[in-house]
């Protein structure tokens, strides 16, 4: 089993900057596959960055240049660096983590970015 809680959610102004950590206990063997999601109500999850194997990285575009995913191996911890929010970003988002072919979540933390 895997467990994962995600925190750092919080109300943002438009041009802020957040970041998120998600730490990861039990049968965690290594932080690939492992990274954040989001979904607004009423919309499907969707992938907002990753890391695949040997520590490479995936963004969706809608992110680029904004977000850094970024982890800490010994803490069994990763992060999401959030820069110049947009409305847009509003949603809850969720720590994943693929594990032998099975998705792990965590319970998701709220991010508003509103003035």
């Known amino acids: 089993q895997v467990q994962l809680v995600e925190s750092g959610g919080g109300l943002v102004q438009p041009g802020g900057s957040l970041r998120l950590s998600c730490a990861a206990s039990g049968s965690i063997l290594s932080l690939n596959y492992m990274g954040w999601y989001r979904q607004i109500p009423g919309n499907t999850r969707e992938l907002v960055a990753e890391?695949?194997?040997?520590?490479?990285?995936n963004y969706a575009d809608s992110v680029k240049g904004r977000f850094t995913i970024s982890r800490d191996i010994a803490r069994l911890e990763i992060y999401l660096e959030m820069n110049d929010l947009k409305r847009e970003d509003t949603a809850v988002y969720y720590c994943?983590?693929?594990?032998?072919?099975?998705?792990?979540w965590g319970k998701g933390t709220l991010v508003t970015v509103s003035s």
């Open positions: 994943n983590k693929n594990r032998a072919g099975v998705n792990y």
């Open positions: 890391f695949t194997t040997n520590g490479n990285t």
